[in-house]
C-alpha cells in the first residue's frame, strides 16, 4: 500500500493530478485544496474534504479501489481522522494541514490536536500525517512540544526513525521556501503506530528539480509504501 502526502500549493489540482497520479498512490493526504475542484477530478478517485466553506482546505484522496471516509469529528484545522479500505485491508489516519491565523500560530492549533488525539485515540495501526507547518528551525514553530505528545501516544516520525536524521536538521527537505533551494527544510512529516512502522518496506522524498523547480509546488512528495498483506 502506497501512500502520498503532497501539499500542492494553492490548490491546481485539477491540472496537477496526473503528476500525483504518477507517484501512484492508493492514498494521497494533499493540503491546500479547494473543495469545488474535487468535482473535476477523473471518475474512481474516492475523496473527502476539510476546510473553510469552499476556499482552501485538506483533501484526503483514494485511488485503485481505495476508499476514504471520514471517520471522527475535525481535531482542529484542519486535523481530518479517516479510514482508507480495499478489500479487508484498512488504513487509519489522520490527515494534517496546519492554517495559520494571527489568532492562533501554527504550534497552537497543532498542540490543541495533539492533545485531543491523546484523549481520543486511533484504531491502530495507524497514521498521522501531512503539512504541519512546523520545524525546529523556525523560532515560534517548533515541531518539539508537538512532537511529545505523539510520542506519548506512540507515534513516531517514519522519515527520522528510518534515516536517524535529527528533527531539523534533516539531509531532505519537503519545503522550500519562495522556491529555493537554499531555503529548503523539513515540516511535512508521517508518524506511524509501531505496527505500521515496522510495516514501511520503501521512503522517499520528491527530488526539487522535478517537483520545486518545474513550478509545480514549494513542497516535493513524500512517498512510502507499507506491507500490509
Not at 496526473?18 to 474512481?44: F, Q, S
Not at 469552499?54 to 479501489?65: D, I, P, W
Not at 478489500?87 to 487509519?92: E, I, K, Q, V, Y
Not at 495507524?126 to 517548533?142: M, P, Q, T
Request: charged fraction near 20%; aromatic fraction near 10%.
Amino acid at each position: 500500500m502506497r501512500l502520498v502526502v503532497w501539499n500542492c500549493r494553492h490548490d491546481g489540482l485539477a491540472q496537477k493530478i496526473d503528476r500525483l497520479a504518477a507517484l501512484a498512490p492508493d492514498v494521497a493526504i494533499v493540503p491546500e485544496v479547494y473543495r469545488t475542484t474535487l468535482d473535476a477530478l477523473p471518475a474512481g478517485i474516492s475523496s473527502i474534504w476539510a476546510g473553510r466553506d469552499e476556499n482552501l482546505g485538506l483533501a484526503v484522496l483514494g485511488f485503485n479501489e481505495w476508499r476514504v471516509e471520514q471517520s471522527a469529528p475535525l481535531l482542529e484545522n484542519w486535523y481530518l481522522p479517516f479510514v482508507a479500505t480495499e478489500g479487508g485491508r484498512a488504513l487509519h489516519a489522520v490527515g494534517v494541514w496546519t492554517e495559520t491565523s494571527k489568532a492562533r500560530p501554527y504550534q497552537e492549533i497543532s498542540l490543541a490536536a495533539a492533545r485531543r488525539l491523546q484523549e481520543c485515540g486511533l484504531p491502530r495501526p495507524a497514521v498521522v500525517a501531512g503539512d504541519f507547518n512546523l520545524s525546529d528551525r523556525v523560532k515560534g514553530a517548533e515541531l518539539g512540544p508537538v512532537l511529545k505528545i505523539l510520542d506519548e501516544c506512540g507515534y513516531r516520525s517514519a522519515w527520522h526513525t528510518r534515516t536517524g536524521d535529527t528533527f531539523g536538521e534533516e539531509a531532505a527537505s519537503t519545503y522550500f521556501h519562495q522556491f529555493s533551494q537554499k531555503a529548503g527544510f523539513h515540516i511535512d512529516y508521517v508518524f506511524c503506530s509501531g505496527p505500521l512502522m515496522g510495516s514501511i518496506e520503501k521512503l522517499s522524498v520528491g527530488n526539487f528539480a522535478e517537483w520545486i523547480g518545474k513550478g509545480l509546488s514549494d513542497h516535493a512528495p513524500i512517498i512510502l509504501d507499507f506491507n500490509t498483506d
